[in-house]
């Protein structure tokens, strides 16, 4: 009769590591009295990590995933934000408009931003395709929902972040695609 219920128990044991690995689950043990110890499962917060590239700016030691314009990590709130009204990088005409978070706290994405300068290069992976831009301009204008920028005939990158000088404005970042 023993040797059954060991048999029964090293099965189940069995079924139950094939259904962890198999499901990336992982066991909780509780120890009911010096004989019988039962294991419960619990399932783990396996996240897909569903980024569809990063943005790089050595100068700054900043380098950040993206996400995709309609993904809920896509907030500022939680990371490097692609602004609605953007156009993809792959097209002639693009213009990406990327925002982040400025000042203190590891939400603080842009703390450095007002560092960069003319000619500092900004590196954007973007759905396995990497874009060189340097930067042409910055300013800073009134924060009031919109940013003002003139659209040129080379591909632009936009970076945005609050103003570190003044809480009603933001700081706008001006870059255009280096040529190879």
């Given at each position: 009769?023993?040797n059954?219920?060991k048999i029964i128990?090293?099965?189940?044991?069995?079924?139950?590591?094939?259904y962890?690995?198999y499901?990336n689950?992982?066991?909780?043990t509780?120890k009911?009295?010096?004989?019988l110890t039962?294991k419960?499962?619990l399932?783990?917060q396996?996240?897909?990590?569903?980024?569809?590239?990063?943005?790089?700016?050595?100068?700054i030691?900043?380098?950040?995933?993206?996400?995709d314009?309609?993904?809920n990590k896509?907030?500022?709130d939680?990371n490097?934000?692609?602004?609605?009204?953007s156009?993809?990088?792959?097209?002639?005409?693009?213009?990406?408009?990327i925002a982040?978070?400025?000042g203190?706290?590891?939400?603080?994405?842009?703390?450095n931003?007002?560092?960069?300068?003319?000619?500092?290069?900004?590196?954007?992976?973007?759905?396995?395709?990497?874009?060189?831009y340097?930067?042409?301009?910055?300013?800073e204008?009134?924060k009031?929902g919109?940013?003002?920028v003139?659209?040129?005939k080379?591909?632009?990158?936009i970076?945005?972040?609050?103003?570190?000088k003044d809480?009603?404005?933001?700081l706008?970042?001006n870059?255009?695609?280096?040529?190879?």
């Amino acid at each position: 009769m023993k040797n059954i219920i060991k048999i029964i128990v090293i099965i189940i044991l069995f079924c139950i590591s094939c259904y962890i690995i198999y499901n990336n689950e992982k066991l909780e043990t509780y120890k009911v009295d010096n004989n019988l110890t039962i294991k419960t499962i619990l399932k783990q917060q396996v996240e897909k990590d569903d980024n569809i590239g990063s943005i790089k700016i050595d100068k700054i030691n900043l380098e950040n995933k993206l996400y995709d314009i309609d993904s809920n990590k896509n907030n500022v709130d939680l990371n490097v934000t692609i602004l609605k009204g953007s156009i993809e990088p792959a097209n002639n005409n693009s213009i990406m408009f990327i925002a982040a978070h400025s000042g203190y706290g590891d939400k603080a994405y842009f703390k450095n931003l007002d560092k960069l300068e003319k000619d500092d290069e900004v590196i954007l992976e973007y759905k396995s395709m990497k874009y060189k831009y340097i930067v042409i301009d910055k300013w800073e204008e009134k924060k009031d929902g919109d940013i003002e920028v003139n659209k040129t005939k080379e591909k632009q990158l936009i970076l945005t972040t609050c103003s570190t000088k003044d809480k009603n404005k933001q700081l706008v970042i001006n870059c255009i695609e280096k040529e190879s």
